[in-house]
């Protein structure tokens, strides 16, 4: 029988900081494809605090700039890769990285327009981006909008795309897509997987808007568990992928929902549902009324603006969904 060290054997033994000694990200991975792999933070692992607990990577909602900074660094370390941020603006505009990328930041390359970076901070406004090089994680901010990972095994390029209501209404996954086929993609060799979002059941719009919204994707209205007209972003994602010629997608949520049971006793996770006010204060009840494990609002793992707005909260953190490739 082999021998293990006291360490191996007991995690608790295995340091949660960095050499910088920086708290690691807990993060998700997802294998895509063969070189290709999605990643998704959770709310642990960080510095920020308060509502922005823990990991909030996003730069525009009032965190301190600091604990960004601090987070999107330690993040770059555990991927091993550069991150590359854009402003996300719910349009149906792609953008191709490589003619802009630079690292302009100490993780890689940041055009969101981050508060406190710089004093006029470069934007470039896109919810879609693509990039052919290696070692660039295309990270998309998310808290209950729906990031959607796409990559080409064959030919390396690879794609994210932000998918709120509206940016699927005016068409950001074919925009991704085609910008991925103009640098040499197949849509028969992509293959594609979606992220953490806010389920049918639970984004509640009204009749009003889920009416207009079933005119260009039909059959995705919903009844919320609030009694009221939802819609379901991710079945509306899977109708534009099939319509981009994508038609292989990996599911992400067996990965997701393994995780979220490995960190049910998880004592960080525990003390932020304790305090958040964002739902009952024991973690084990959150954990046992989530019905959809990649849910934003209802798994305490991710960010979530509605949570929070049920909560009386004004701020909420974001979380990332990156796509890189070996």
């Not at 389920?199 to 919204?213: K, L, N, Q, T």
Request: glycine share 10%; with cysteine.
């Amino acid at each position: 029988m082999p021998e293990y060290s006291e360490e191996i054997l007991d995690s608790n033994s295995i340091s949660s900081t960095d050499k910088a000694g920086r708290p690691i990200p807990v993060t998700i991975p997802i294998a895509l494809a063969p070189g290709i792999k999605v990643v998704y933070t959770t709310r642990l692992g960080g510095l920020s605090t308060g509502d922005y607990g823990n990991l909030n990577l996003g730069g525009k909602s009032g965190d301190e700039p600091e604990a960004v900074l601090s987070n999107r660094i330690a993040l770059a370390e555990a991927v091993q890769a550069r991150l590359s941020l854009v402003s996300q603006v719910h349009s149906g505009v792609a953008v191709d990285v490589d003619d802009s990328f630079v690292i302009n930041t100490p993780f890689g390359f940041d055009v969101s327009g981050t508060h406190g970076e710089t004093d006029t901070p470069r934007v470039i406004e896109a919810d879609g981006q693509v990039t052919a090089q290696s070692g660039i994680a295309l990270g998309m901010f998310a808290a209950d909008c729906l990031p959607v990972l796409l990559g080409d095994p064959v030919t390396g390029i690879i794609g994210a795309a932000h998918c709120g209501r509206r940016g699927l209404e005016r068409g950001v996954i074919g925009a991704t897509v085609d910008l991925m086929k103009s640098k040499g993609a197949d849509p028969a060799n992509i293959v594609a997987t979606l992220g953490p979002r806010i389920c049918g059941d639970c984004y509640e719009v009204g009749d009003e808007i889920a009416d207009r919204f079933i005119k260009r994707f039909p059959l995705t209205k919903t009844k919320t568990r609030f009694g009221g007209a939802g819609i379901d972003i991710a079945e509306a994602a899977m109708i534009d992928l099939a319509f981009a010629g994508v038609h292989q997608v990996v599911d992400s949520m067996p990965r997701v929902h393994a995780a979220t049971q490995y960190l049910e006793e998880d004592p960080e996770l525990a003390e932020l549902c304790r305090t958040d006010g964002e739902g009952p204060a024991k973690l084990a009840e959150r954990i046992d009324n989530i019905s959809h494990s990649m849910c934003t609002l209802e798994n305490p793992l991710w960010y979530s603006h509605r949570r929070a707005a049920l909560a009386n909260k004004t701020h909420e953190g974001r979380l990332l969904a990156l796509i890189v490739r070996d």
